[in-house]
């Protein structure tokens, strides 16, 4: 069987959406987001910061660098994670199956040896790490019901900017 993660439907990609927001949010990642766009092309629904594209600068060391770079992809990580996750088990509410997990696992061992220089197993460590963190964050009942708001007003307005989106996810801080 092959995994398919296309958007089935407006609510499907609104729930996508709003899981890359909270992805970002609850891994402390907001200033790195600008907006979140329901049009836009389906790999462009959350606009970044100047901040998220990481130009290099010659005063920094290559360590200094190479971290920014691998925080940065960490972020992605979570968003594309959070993506899948928040459609699985707050809009479908259903589960993650083995071979969505894996596909997603490959995905990102592709992207951490581009990305980064990534070994497969550092991958799959910082993989697991987040796959772990962003399943307690999204079957949360508190957090569902917030992506559940986020997600109604996304879905009315269109279009969030940084502000409004700090704004609808402040509720996410108490939980």
């Known amino acids: 069987m092959e995994t398919n993660l ?15 927001t909270v ?3 609850v891994m402390e990642g907001e200033d790195l987001v600008s907006a979140v766009d329901l049009d836009a092309l389906p790999d462009e629904l959350v606009e970044y910061s100047d901040n998220y ?6 005063g920094l060391s290559a360590k200094s660098a190479w971290n920014t770079i691998l925080k940065h992809f960490n972020y992605s990580m979570a968003a594309v994670v959070g993506n899948v996750m928040c459609r699985r088990y707050v809009l479908e ?3 993650m199956d083995a071979e969505t997990r894996q596909y997603l696992l490959d ?10 220089n990534l070994e497969e197993d550092e991958t799959r460590r910082l993989f697991d790490k987040n796959y772990m963190y962003l399943t307690r964050v999204f079957t ?3 957090v569902q019901g917030v992506c559940h708001d986020f997600a109604t007003v996304l879905k009315r307005n269109r279009r969030m900017t940084r ?13």
């Open 6 to 20: 296309k958007y089935r439907s407006e609510d499907d990609r609104c729930y996508g959406a709003t899981g890359m």
């Open 107 to 116: 995905l990102m061992i592709s992207e951490g040896s581009e990305a980064c």
């Open 53 to 58: 594209f990481f130009a290099g600068n010659p």
């Open 163 to 175: 502000f409004d989106i700090l704004e609808q996810l402040r509720a996410l801080r108490g939980l």
């Open 23 to 25: 992805a970002f949010v």
């Open 93 to 95: 509410k259903s589960g």
């Open 140 to 142: 949360h009942q508190g």
